[in-house]
């Protein structure tokens, strides 16, 4: 059987419009999103997703940015069963990481999802990022998991180095994934799409195909997707 999976940070500042209209047109079987928020009516993606049909996870974190306290976090969201779910802490206190998982039934196998959000440290390389990675790895089952999200790491940070000694970068073209908008990043200030952030990983057991890098300017980041067969 095959499945699609799309993962995709669609921006506390998002237009949640575009986000709905690219979701649909994708018909994917599995999501991964980020900077989801569940208290946020002009922006109620959790809303959206479980009217049409899908089940979800939310992991729910609280960062402090400027000032503010944002409460946003990595989700799941499955039309298959989810048999059981976790938020995985990969960082606690006022700059908060997690993972969302959600073991899925894909008509009767059963499938290990992950959704991340990483520390952004403006593409330089983190101890605290690493740190991030290691404690997500240490979580991972053996065999059929699907990790995904905004790694806030470049294809040759120590971060994803290390995800990919476990498990399969299904995107082999390394394709930019950000930033569409320059507000992406107050410091970093980008000026085109230039940087890839966003991955699919997979375990070796699972063979994947027709990695896409999406087109939407609802967010700052693109979404990605891939096929995978099970």
């Known amino acids: 059987m095959k499945i699609k999976i799309l993962s ?6 998002g237009n949640v419009k575009k986000w709905e209209e690219f979701i649909l047109k994708s018909n994917a079987d599995i999501i991964g ?13 959790i809303g959206f997703l479980t009217k049409i049909g899908y089940k979800h996870m939310f992991a729910r ?4 940015w400027d000032g503010k306290i944002h409460r946003h976090g990595p989700a799941i ?23 969302a998982y959600a073991q899925i039934d ?11 959000h990483l520390i952004h440290t403006h593409q330089k390389s ?8 290691k404690k997500l790895i240490s979580r991972l089952p053996k065999s059929k998991v699907i990790v995904m999200g905004d790694f806030n790491a470049t294809p040759e940070s120590e971060s994803i180095k290390e995800m990919k000694k476990i498990l399969v ?23 085109e799409i ?16 027709s990695f896409e890098v999406g087109r939407s300017d609802g967010s700052d980041h693109l979404p990605i997707s891939v096929t995978v067969e099970i």
């Open 169 to 191: 970068d299904t995107d082999p073209s390394l394709t930019p994934t950000w930033s569409v908008y320059p507000e992406g990043c107050g410091e970093c200030n980008p000026q």
């Open 33 to 45: 999103l980020q900077e989801v928020k569940d208290d946020d009516k002009e922006r109620d993606i």
């Open 194 to 209: 230039n940087t890839k952030l966003d991955y699919i990983f997979v375990s070796k057991d699972l063979k994947s195909s």
């Open 61 to 64: 974190t609280e960062q402090v």
């Open 106 to 116: 894909g008509s009767g196998e059963l499938l290990n999802i992950f959704s991340t």
């Open 77 to 99: 969201f499955s039309k298959f069963p989810i048999v059981k779910s976790q938020k995985i802490q990969l960082k606690k206190g006022k700059n908060e990481r997690a993972a």
């Open 8 to 13: 995709w940070n669609i921006w506390v500042d």
């Open 126 to 133: 983190s101890e605290q990022q690493e740190e991030q990675t």
